[in-house]
């Protein structure tokens, strides 16, 4: 058969061109596409439920504490972290 990158006269069961190394048949397996967007959002839904987390742990401690609303302070922050982690990663999901 004949390379059909270069022409040259190659044996039939080559599977590379010995001139200029091109392959005589396709490749069987194509490179699998990478599942960008899921892969994406499992480590943003950890943090978002660790810092969820976070705030209902926060919330349980500012009840007994002596000065609850810097407690209450620090679990709306961690509440408002993790809001923001969820729109930010749905607006770029979205995006692609
Ligand atoms: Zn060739």
């Known amino acids: 058969m004949q390379c059909r990158s270069c022409g040259t006269e190659i044996a039939d069961k080559a599977i590379v061109c010995y001139?200029?190394?091109?392959?005589?048949?396709?490749?069987?397996?194509?490179?699998?596409?990478?599942?960008?967007?899921?892969?994406?959002?499992?480590?943003?839904?950890?943090?978002?439920?660790?810092?969820?987390?976070?705030?209902?742990y926060l919330g349980q401690v500012s009840e007994t504490t002596a000065n609850p609303e810097q407690w209450r302070m620090a679990a709306g922050g961690l509440l408002a972290a993790a809001i923001f982690v969820l729109v930010v990663r749905l607006i770029q999901r979205r995006r692609r």
């Open 19 to 56: 001139r200029c190394g091109a392959g005589t048949t396709d490749p069987v397996r194509r490179p699998a596409p990478i599942a960008r967007h899921r892969s994406s959002l499992v480590p943003a839904f950890i943090a978002m439920l660790a810092l969820i987390a976070g705030a209902l």
